[in-house]
């Protein structure tokens, strides 16, 4: 979400006559586009807006933005008031007031309704939702972006036609919790009639063009049979899907606050395995929840021995102000977490290694991402993993095939197919 809002700002300080720059120590205005989910984030950010005050360091620095998620807690406005501004995203049609400029050469719409500067030319990440209405005992967003609010499909899909129109490769769909997105149907023509999130995602699946799609991400407790049927039928949605476990053991689980059980996860992605042959699976997790035993971290460990995911963003637990879970005690050590973090790694490492070496012999569709340091070209299957491979060719923002020749635990290497 911080990716694509960035980009709405950054449209918005473009059209107000700001030119951006690589280079840090020549700007004159700093933006800070915030998260508020891990503590260490946040506290990367004081860091930050304090080194931008040091003249000596950034001397044409004259005015800092805070946005995002940590410009709305009050905690946040204590710590730190070395930031000239702390805006709301939501509240860029007021930005040039704020930074004291006429708004005349503005026209200015809703936060969904900015037209993005979107940071890549083959890439492009489109909001449907934001906000979410869960609670889970951890987290911080519904206090920080509020409520779910579902955009408007025909938005979304205008947004999307226009990136397929210039050529856009790959689009992801994103929201705090895609499967929960129930935009008004009275506000909509008879021709698009959208109840849900498995509805546009079919309905964009269907648009003409040679571009695939994504989505993040999805609670396991709203994850449809309609929303399977709709991946595994259509060709441009990609094979790949990103469910948060959060917790292997059902105490923890409920403790947090997540209303599903480890076996309706697993229910889950047994239907997913075999409802969308190949589809690679990622999760988040969280290590060091209040009074998590061993026991309990090792029914994590387990599951993910059984499920073998593909990917996962294993967090080690920071207590968020105002959330129910930081009235627990935060009893597992730094120390500790750290361990257990590293022991879930390694069994992350191990089923993700088995899984990819089934993909060596075999030729893969690519979208060409980046060139890495040594010169390799990198690339991104349908299930989102990372094959590099070597090519005279500026093959940046293209589709190719590509034989896998290597698998490793997180990344493939492979040959550009002879054609
Ligand atoms: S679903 Fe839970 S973890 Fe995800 S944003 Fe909402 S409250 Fe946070």
Avoid at 252 to 268: D, E, G, P, Q, S
């Amino acid at each position: 979400m911080n990716y694509s809002d960035a980009e709405r700002f950054a449209a918005k300080l473009d059209e107000l006559g700001y030119k951006e720059t690589a280079n840090d120590k020549e700007a004159d205005l700093i933006v800070l586009i915030t998260c508020s989910v891990r503590k260490s984030a946040e506290d990367r950010v004081y860091g930050a807006i304090n080194n931008y005050r040091k003249k000596k360091l950034y001397p044409k620095v004259k005015k800092i933005i805070l946005s995002g998620c940590m410009a709305l807690r009050s905690e946040v406005l204590k710590k730190t008031d070395k930031a000239d501004i702390f805006m709301d995203i939501k509240d860029l049609k007021v930005l040039p007031q704020l930074l004291k400029q006429k708004a005349k050469s503005l026209e200015i719409g809703e936060y969904f309704s900015i037209k993005p500067k979107y940071a890549s030319k083959f890439m492009a990440y489109v909001p449907i939702m934001t906000g979410c209405n869960n609670f889970c005992s951890y987290c911080i967003v519904p206090y920080v972006r509020g409520r779910e609010i579902s955009r408007q499909p025909q938005e979304i899909i205008n947004e999307v036609k226009d990136l397929i129109r210039n050529g856009y490769k790959e689009i992801i769909l994103l929201g705090q919790n895609v499967n929960s997105y129930s935009p008004e149907l009275r506000a909509q023509s008879s021709k698009l009639k959208i109840k849900d999130f498995p509805d546009l995602l079919e309905y964009i699946a269907k648009l003409p063009g040679n571009f695939w799609l994504r989505f993040i991400t999805s609670h396991p407790k709203d994850l449809s049979d309609k929303l399977i049927r709709v991946m595994a039928k259509n060709k441009k949605i990609c094979e790949q899907i990103n469910l948060p476990i959060q917790s292997g053991d059902n105490v923890i689980l409920k403790k947090m606050n997540r209303h599903y059980t480890v076996a309706h996860y697993k229910y889950l992605v047994r239907k997913l395995r075999k409802n969308i042959p190949g589809i690679a699976i990622s999760t988040d997790v969280i290590v060091g929840f209040p009074e998590e035993t061993k026991k309990q971290f090792g029914n994590t460990a387990k599951l993910f021995k059984e499920v073998k995911f593909d990917m996962a963003y294993i967090n080690k637990y920071s207590p968020r102000e105002e959330t129910a879970a930081a009235r627990l005690k935060d009893n597992i050590s730094k120390a500790e977490k750290v361990k257990r973090a590293a022991a879930l790694t390694k069994v992350l490492s191990s089923g993700a290694l088995e899984n990819n070496k089934k993909l060596v012999g075999k030729t893969l569709d690519v979208l060409v991402i980046s060139r890495g340091r040594k010169g390799d070209w990198i690339g991104e299957t349908r299930t989102s993993k990372m094959v590099k491979f070597k090519s005279e060719k500026n093959l940046l923002g293209k589709f190719i095939n590509i034989n896998i020749i290597e698998a490793k635990d997180f990344g493939l290497i492979g040959m550009l197919t002879k054609k």
